[in-house]
């Protein structure tokens, strides 16, 4: 079964700017949103990029942090459930 079948819901395509803040010492990782539903998305990230199982991701264009669980990894991508929102953190510059 495809990757597209197993999911229950849609994901539009987008191609947004974001950054996944793991409040760690504020450490920031950039990625880019790639498709995207109100419960979650599939993020690209740096292949090297050490990404918790649990982080805030700020997308600017959004004006807002999604609190993401890593719900699966291949490669450079992962897919992120988001379980709520909360406002731009005061130390995110962007």
Known sequence: MADDELRNKHRARVLKG???LTGIT???ITCT???MHAGGAELKVPIDARVPDEFLLYVPVDGIGYKAIVRWRRDDRIGVEFTGTEPKPH???G
């Open 26 to 28: 504020n450490s920031e």
């Open 33 to 35: 949103v790639r498709n």
């Open 91 to 93: 130390w995110h510059y």
């Open 18 to 20: 974001a950054t996944i």
